[in-house]
């Protein structure tokens, strides 16, 4: 049972403790079939940082499959008034090629902080990079005569078996700073898609190679954001 998201796609406390208590409740009135550990489902999602709005068909069947889930309960919450909140549920079948399933909505009361609604992870955010491993001060480009650093050789990271067996599309990004010498370090993701690919992307940053940015006319340290999009059809 994934984190039941808002309708923009983003999740919140409330979509998980309604996505908790309901996969409880399944697993106490069913003995016919075996739920889950939803605590499995947010370990996998805060190893590699994958949030609501990743989890598309490809990314549900990857982590099902991980998992060992034969079907997968997907949730969305609306607010419709102070004291409502309407769920729409589907369930789907990963075997299903054409991704069927079966819908059902119910009306629940609203909880009363509306902080609950918010949009939220199942990991927390990462800390800011201020420096680098070995001590030095990091740049932000174009920030007090900083320019902005250039990279000239980016190859494309390769998609895995697994991920190309279940057409995971979707955008991986991190962060990294570029030191002086060209090269990448701190490498870190922020957001990233299962079955290798965040690993093969930070690997594969590693060999590549650009311009550093200046200050003074002097290479320094900068921190730089990439975005990296898998997509297969």
Not at 172 to 188: C, Q, S, Y
Request: charged share 20%; hydrophobic share 40%.
């Amino acid at each position: 049972m994934t984190n039941f998201v808002l309708p923009d796609g983003n999740t919140s406390q409330y979509g998980m403790q309604l996505a908790d208590e309901l996969s409880k409740e399944l697993a106490s009135r069913r003995k016919n079939f075996q739920v889950i550990d939803r605590s499995l489902l947010q370990d996998s999602l805060a190893k590699d940082r994958i949030p609501a709005k990743s989890m598309n068909a490809g990314v549900l069947r990857s982590i099902a499959f991980a998992l060992k889930a034969r079907f997968v309960v997907v949730g969305t919450t609306t607010k419709t008034n102070d004291d409502v909140v309407q769920l729409s549920a589907e369930v789907f079948d990963i075997a299903d090629k054409d991704w069927a399933g079966y819908s059902a909505v119910a009306s629940l009361v609203a909880p009363i902080s509306n902080d609950d609604l918010s949009p939220s992870e199942p990991y927390p955010p990462l800390p800011p990079i201020t420096a680098t491993s070995s001590g030095e001060k990091v740049y932000r480009a174009g920030v007090d005569g900083v320019s902005m650093p250039n990279c000239i050789y980016m190859p494309n990271p390769p998609y895995s078996e697994e991920a190309r067996k279940f057409k995971v599309n979707g955008t991986v990004l991190f962060d990294a700073v570029i030191n002086p010498v060209g090269r990448l370090e701190n490498t870190r993701i922020t957001r990233g898609l299962p079955d290798g690919l965040s690993e093969t992307t930070i690997a594969t940053a590693q060999t590549w190679r650009c311009n550093p940015a200046l200050k003074d006319g002097k290479a320094v340290p900068t921190l730089v954001h990439f975005e990296i999009g898998f997509r297969l059809y």
